[in-house]
């Protein structure tokens, strides 16, 4: 049997008809729709449904078990948040229109994630540290459903990792303020208050991110199938391959196509339903 979720709180009588149409009957889990149907339907079926009713149409793999999962690994700019934190640093220096085209081509997985990293952090030297800080205060806001979906994977004894090809400076703010349970992200080079436009230490790129997803794994001693991987960049792929149930969030076409499930319509919150 194959289970289909349609990511809605509330169906209007129009996308109930094309559901019933397409499946059956719905019924209603927390705050979603499910259908059990026999045989699973092709990719096409389900995203023509999702564009006619407008809505997040996922099918759990075959041998997903929601009761097993015991961490969600997550990226961080674009996906958690909803900027690329060093987009908007580079505001500060005067290069964000070189920064960001480097950031959206690395994403859409046309250039390599390290050596993009290396010449984005290089266009930064000189620049106050303190920027940074105020790329957090001023510009770094959670996508929406964030501390819902935090809460909600806590309150399931769920742990939480964020995983960022972004920058320590960051991710450990949002470890301490949303309480959070391992994080790692890129160090940037710092001297007498100013960035040295280098990142020290290894590089948190796609590699590194399937591994630190295996170390947490050896760590918690579970498997990989009982880590749900979220992302929106090419350079996620690596870890949402490895975990169990992966999730393209408002994410690139290269990663919508490689992904287990996406959410292209709900917020982060809709990541509750895979476990409901
Ligand atoms: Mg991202």
């Not at 957090?136 to 990792?161: Q, V, Y």
């Not at 992200?185 to 948190?204: F, P, S, Y």
């Amino acid at each position: 049997m194959t289970t289909i979720l349609i990511h809605s709180n509330v169906l209007n009588f129009e996308q109930s008809k094309v559901i019933e149409r397409t499946f059956g009957k719905p019924f209603k889990i927390d705050n979603h729709y499910r259908i059990h149907v026999k045989n699973r339907p092709s990719n096409e079926t389900i995203s023509q449904l999702a564009e006619s009713i407008q809505a997040d149409v996922n099918v759990l793999p075959e041998d997903f078990n929601a009761k097993e999962i015991k961490l969600v690994i997550s990226d961080m700019d674009s996906t958690l948040i909803s900027i690329e934190c060093v987009d908007e640093i580079a505001d500060f220096i005067n290069v964000k229109p070189e920064v960001s085209a480097i950031t959206e081509a690395a994403m859409r997985g046309e250039l390599d994630f390290e050596a993009s990293l290396v010449k984005r952090v290089a266009l930064l030297t000189g620049l106050d540290t303190s920027a940074l800080q105020q790329v957090f205060d001023e510009r770094l806001t959670l996508n929406p459903g964030a501390k819902t979906w935090i809460k909600g994977l806590h309150k399931s004894g769920i742990k939480f990792a964020l995983v960022s090809g972004g920058f320590t400076f960051f991710t450990e703010r949002l470890h301490t303020q949303l309480k959070l349970d391992f994080s790692r992200a890129n160090l940037l080079g710092e001297a007498q208050g100013k960035l040295t436009g280098e990142v020290i230490g290894g590089i948190i790129g796609a590699q590194a991110k399937a591994d630190f997803l295996h170390e947490l794994c050896e760590q918690l001693e579970i498997q990989p199938n009982q880590v749900i991987a979220v992302g929106d960049g090419a350079n996620d792929l690596l870890m949402m391959h490895a975990a169990g149930l992966s999730v393209a969030y408002h994410a690139k076409p290269a990663v919508q196509q490689q992904a287990m499930t996406c959410l292209n319509h709900r917020g982060l919150d809709a990541i509750l339903d895979f476990i409901a």
